[in-house]
């Protein structure tokens, strides 16, 4: 089944992280990729070192889409294309496989939409997926099977207080 956790509130990763390890400690085998993170976020560092995850991170960071360059958001678009080619690829491997922010790139055309749509239906007999990201689009919401809306109404980042390790990345 597909899983969607969407929302401007804190938590979509940290749901998907504790249904990876979840998962993996039930025995299946965990497929965890981030998309538009560069691969610091505290979660990863415990992530490898879980017997059943693996983890894969771009190649290609930086930073966040709005602030990258027309040269720098086709760069990302070719490197998710192939991103996304590796995962399918291997995803005979899994039985859960986490897009995190993978809304994000899909919104931002960084993904093949009706490749990357087809994909998830073809897993939905066969595995568990997870997408994260705000403002998912109608055909995301469709395909998905859970749909979990995380909002946000309080935030320390209102009062001025940046994120914090650990808790936050």
């Not at 991170?57 to 678009?77: C, D, H, N």
Request: one cysteine or more.
């Amino acid at each position: 089944m597909i899983h969607l956790y969407h929302g401007d509130g804190k938590g979509k990763t940290t749901a998907s992280v504790g249904l990876a390890v979840r998962a993996a400690g039930s025995g299946m085998k965990v497929l965890f990729v981030q998309f538009f993170k560069d691969g610091s976020s505290s979660e990863i560092d415990v992530l490898r070192f879980i017997p059943g995850i693996d983890v894969l991170i771009p190649e290609v960071w930086y930073g966040r889409y709005r602030r990258m360059t027309a040269e720098q958001q086709e760069e990302i678009r070719h490197c998710y294309t192939a991103l996304m080619h590796d995962i399918e690829k291997r995803a005979e491997r899994y039985d859960l496989i986490v897009l995190d922010e993978a809304v994000s790139a899909y919104n931002y055309g960084m993904l093949e939409r009706d490749s990357f749509v087809e994909t998830l239906k073809e897993w939905k007999s066969s595995r568990e997926a997870v997408l994260t990201g705000r403002d998912p689009a109608s055909e995301l919401r469709e395909v998905a099977d859970y749909v979990t809306e995380m909002k946000k109404e309080k935030h320390p980042f209102d009062e001025g207080i940046i994120a914090r390790k650990g808790i936050e990345f």
